[in-house]
């Protein structure tokens, strides 16, 4: 069983709609990662977050630390938000990271 | 700054073959850390290095080895070559050990054994 889960693998939206990715894990972590992969492949970092939510344009990350649950939200959704969305969880300096779900934003 | 910079870009071995891949950072990041990514697996951490002359095994450490003579430079090397190996591969740094700071990532390093 993979210590990270997210949900759901793909999704397809319209132009407009509110998003929602999740990611659980099951191992005791201080901190949550959100990356964001681009079709061409290069990964960047969205959020770290240890509690509460983050707010970056249209994009909020929220974690519940005691539920080992957190949300990435996408409001407004664009097409150029159609990537792959990773969540990672570090522990004792190595990191876990989900499968990843891949969005595609249809105008 | 360059931030994480990885080459080669494409690599195409045969079995058995050696090659080093290469990882700098410009940023004075104490953490760096090798990757590979495959279909419907997600990342999968290789080696990690918490510092110069520190290196420590990941996940999924066999057939690869790795090095921290510097601050800088973290390679990647494949000793002999096999077809499981055929992946795409990530080295990303992050300014302290332990989690609590953002990963730079970089650009990857698509590699086919055949």
């Known amino acids: 069983k993979n210590e990270v889960e997210q949900s759901p693998q793909n999704l397809t939206a319209q132009e407009g709609e509110f998003i929602t990715i999740n990611c659980s894990y099951s191992?005791?972590?201080?901190?949550l990662h959100w990356l964001q992969q681009h079709p061409g492949g290069g990964i960047v970092s969205l959020f770290m977050?240890?509690?509460g939510k983050k707010k970056h344009g249209r994009l909020i990350a929220t974690i519940n630390i005691q539920e080992k649950h957190s949300s990435l939200h996408i409001t407004a959704s664009h097409p150029r938000d159609s990537a792959v969305y990773i969540c990672?969880?570090?522990?004792?300096?190595?990191?876990?990271f989900g499968t990843g779900t891949s969005l595609t934003v249809i105008p | 700054n360059a931030g994480v910079t990885q080459t080669p870009k494409f690599q195409v071995l045969k079995t058995g073959q050696s090659m080093t891949l290469q990882c700098a950072q410009d940023?004075?990041?104490?953490?760096m850390s090798w990757y590979r990514q495959d279909p419907g697996m997600g990342l999968r951490l290789i080696h990690y290095?918490?510092?110069?002359?520190?290196?420590d095994q990941g996940e999924v450490p066999n057939g690869y080895n790795v090095s921290r003579s510097t601050t800088e430079d973290f390679p990647l090397r494949l000793l002999s070559a096999a077809p499981s190996q055929t992946s795409v591969y990530f080295c990303?740094?992050?300014?302290?050990?332990?989690?609590?700071?953002?990963?730079?990532f970089g650009s990857g390093t698509q590699l086919s054994v055949l």
């Open positions: 977050l240890s509690s």
């Open positions: 940023m004075n990041h104490e953490y």
């Open positions: 990303a740094s992050s300014p302290f050990q332990g989690g609590s700071e953002k990963l730079f």
């Open positions: 191992v005791g972590i201080s901190a």
């Open positions: 290095s918490v510092g110069a002359g520190i290196t």
């Open positions: 990672a969880a570090p522990r004792n300096n190595q990191f876990y």
